[in-house]
Each structure stands twice: as structure tokens, then as C-alpha cells.
């Protein structure tokens, strides 16, 4: 016996049964459907907001004009990250009848291009190895910074990482740049396992193009208007800017205090969906205004729990979902961490990166003999 709940076929007994029947009961078809009405409105709102925002980039008669230009083109191409292309590459922006991709959501999730990173490599870097296995050290490529950082408990610590939680910030603004050359790079990798050079040869030449053309757009046109010396000023400054919301957000809904890590070479003592609550946290589930108003820019992500146990639902039913997921882990005495706000998040991130610097200290580490495979959807 099974049931869904717009991811994947959960047994019926358990947590994860009584998890999927409380959400399936909360989730009836028209709250689904109103649900991703606000998506698609939301969609066309963030789509204006950076096409006007990148006409004001390359019309800008001035350096105020382009600061606040560049500033809403920052803002409005982290919004498509958040809210665009990652529920449409999770499946989740149009209704789909199963796991498999639809055509419909693969369109939409082109959207990945137009910030310049590549879908293909996207869904298989986020949906495989992240979701597949969050905060499982060897697997989970959020959490694998080489030796720049250890945000691991069982990863080896460097003399510099005590310094981490200072010079990581500024790092954090690369990671645009470290999505788009990682494409490339895994893609060389991917390539090797392909069945037929023609997919090879397709994926990437999509790759490559489709770089080629955000590098045309977001430096060429702007060049039309402006010397070249002041669009890379420019551009420069709004990937950075990127990079760090990406980086920041990000971060703070795994690397932080109470967060359980594991190692691949060992199995957690407990099944997908329990791991799934108990390697995230969500935060801001307030009702003022900015805790509203950052709800609705961050795509769904301040509650990254119900996000990794129902990545096929959308984000703007998270919220209906989040008391039931709530109650249901109480049921079964399990960890449900939330955040108070976005600020305790990033303060809870700055904690946790200070520690691990440290000398190694006894620390609750679950071990993990799970692969890829093993902890998917």
C-alpha cells in the first residue's frame, strides 16, 4: 500500500504514511490549483520586474540611475532562481501526473538559462544530490567546498578554517560564477557516461550556447549605452550581489546549529522523509509584514522542510503545510526546527561555521552508507 502527495509514492504506515495522508487531506485539488494560480502570477510579476529592471541598466543616464538599476536586476535575478526555475525544475509549477518532468515544467524551467546556469546540470546537482542526500558528506554538493571550508562535522579541518566564519562571506558572492563553470566542468565529467556522442554533443553544445548568449546579453547590450569599463563594474557587482543572496539563503536552511550531517560511508538509523526534517531548518514563519514580504521573494525557502518532503508541491502552499508537518512530527517525536526569522538563520549559520572551525569537538554526527540512489524521492 502507497500514497502520493505530489512527490513520490510514500509507504502507507509510519511517519511518512501519516505525513502524506494529513498533507494529501490539507492539499485538496482547488487549494492545489489556487496555489499555483499565485505561482504563475508571481511568475509574470518577477519576469517584468527584471526585464524592466535590465532596460533600466542599459537606459541609465546616470551613476544613480545605474546603481539602483543594477540593484533591481540583482534582486529580481535571484527571484528567479528562488521562485521560477526551481519549482519548475522540481516539477512543481504546473501540475504534473508523475515524478517524471513534464513538458510544461521543463519549458518554464529554461528560465535556469537566463541567469546563466544550465537546467540539465541543475536538476541533477539540486534534485539528485542535494535532495537525494542533504547534508551527507560526499554526496550533498552544497556542502563540499573542498578545502575552503569545513561545514561537516566529519570533514577534515584545515588551520585557516578558524578564520571561516569571517572570510567565507565574502566568498559566498562566487557563487554565480561557481555554478556556471561547475556546469561546464560536471558536464566534461557526465560526459564520459553518456550512452551516444549525439547526447554528449546536445548537452553540451546547450550548455556552452546558452552561456555564450547570458554573457552577450548582460555585458554586449548594456556596451551599446556604456563604456565597457562601467557595464563590468556593473555586471560585476550584480553577480556578486547574486552570489551572496544565493549563498546566504541558501546556507541558512542546512549549515546551521541543530542541522544533523552524515557521512556517505555509513547509513542513518533513519528513513528519507524522517532525514529529510531532521537535515533542515526553516526560519521567519512570522506573520508581519517582512516576515510576508521575504516569504514571498525567497520562493518558498524559509520553509525548506516541507520544500524537501514535498519538493513537487508549490512553494505557495508551503505555509498551508507547515502546521501539519508540525503536528505530524510532534506525533512521532521527531526534531522540527524552525527559525524565528531570517536574521536568527544567518546569525545560527555564523555560529555553526565558528564552531566547526574549531578543533574537533565531540558532536552528534550521523554516519551514512547511503550512494546517491539511496536516499532519493
Not at 73 to 93: P, S
Not at 171 to 186: G, H, P, Q, S
Not at 281 to 300: E, K, M, N, T
Request: aromatic share 10%; glycine share 8%.
Amino acid at each position: 500500500m502507497s500514497t502520493t502527495t505530489g512527490t513520490s509514492p510514500v509507504p502507507s504506515g509510519g511517519f511518512a504514511g501519516a505525513l502524506s495522508r494529513a498533507v494529501t487531506a490539507r492539499l485538496d485539488p482547488e487549494t492545489l490549483r489556487l496555489a499555483r494560480r499565485r505561482l504563475h502570477v508571481k511568475a509574470i510579476i518577477i519576469g517584468l520586474w527584471y526585464a524592466t529592471s535590465f532596460v533600466g541598466v542599459v537606459l541609465a543616464s546616470g551613476w544613480l540611475e545605474g546603481v539602483v538599476a543594477a540593484t533591481s536586476l540583482a534582486l529580481a535575478f535571484a527571484a528567479v532562481g528562488f521562485n521560477i526555475q526551481h519549482d519548475a525544475n522540481h516539477n512543481a509549477f504546473f501540475a504534473a501526473p508523475t515524478k517524471r518532468l513534464s513538458r510544461a515544467n521543463r519549458i518554464v524551467g529554461w528560465s535556469m538559462f537566463v541567469v546563466g546556469a544550465d537546467a540539465n546540470r541543475w536538476r541533477y546537482r539540486h534534485n539528485t544530490l542535494h535532495h537525494g542526500s542533504p547534508n551527507v558528506a560526499g554526496i550533498d554538493s552544497d556542502i563540499n567546498l573542498g578545502p575552503l571550508a569545513r561545514l561537516a562535522p566529519t570533514q577534515r579541518r584545515y588551520v585557516w578554517h578558524r578564520y571561516q566564519h569571517l572570510y567565507l562571506w565574502p566568498l559566498y558572492c562566487f557563487t554565480v560564477l561557481e555554478i556556471m563553470f561547475n556546469d561546464l566542468a560536471t558536464l566534461v565529467g557526465a560526459s564520459r557516461h553518456s550512452r551516444t556522442s549525439r547526447s554528449r554533443l546536445s548537452e553540451a553544445s546547450v550548455a556552452v550556447l546558452t552561456k555564450v548568449v547570458f554573457v552577450v546579453v548582460m555585458v554586449g547590450v548594456p556596451w551599446l549605452t556604456h563604456p565597457i569599463w562601467i557595464v563590468a563594474i556593473g555586471a560585476l557587482a550584480v553577480i556578486f550581489g547574486v552570489g551572496l543572496l544565493l549563498g546566504v539563503v541558501f546556507q541558512s536552511a542546512h549549515v546551521v546549529e541543530g542541522a544533523e550531517f552524515a557521512q556517505v560511508d555509513a547509513r542513518p538509523p533513519y528513513q528519507w522523509h524522517e532525514w529529510q526534517v531532521r537535515s533542515s531548518l526553516d526560519f521567519s514563519h512570522g506573520s508581519g509584514p517582512l516576515s510576508r514580504l521575504f516569504r514571498w521573494y525567497a520562493g518558498g525557502l524559509d520553509h525548506q522542510t516541507e520544500h524537501h518532503l514535498f519538493p513537487r508541491v508549490p512553494h505557495t502552499a508551503y505555509p498551508l503545510i507547515a502546521p501539519v508537518v508540525t503536528a505530524v512530527c510532534a506525533d512521532y517525536g521527531i526534531p522540527r526546527r524552525v527559525q524565528p526569522s531570517f536574521h536568527a538563520a544567518v546569525a545560527s549559520h555564523f555560529r555553526h561555521l565558528r564552531a566547526m572551525g574549531q578543533r574537533p569537538q565531540p558532536v552528534q554526527v550521523v554516519r551514512s552508507r547511503t550512494s546517491t540512489g539511496a536516499h532519493g524521492q
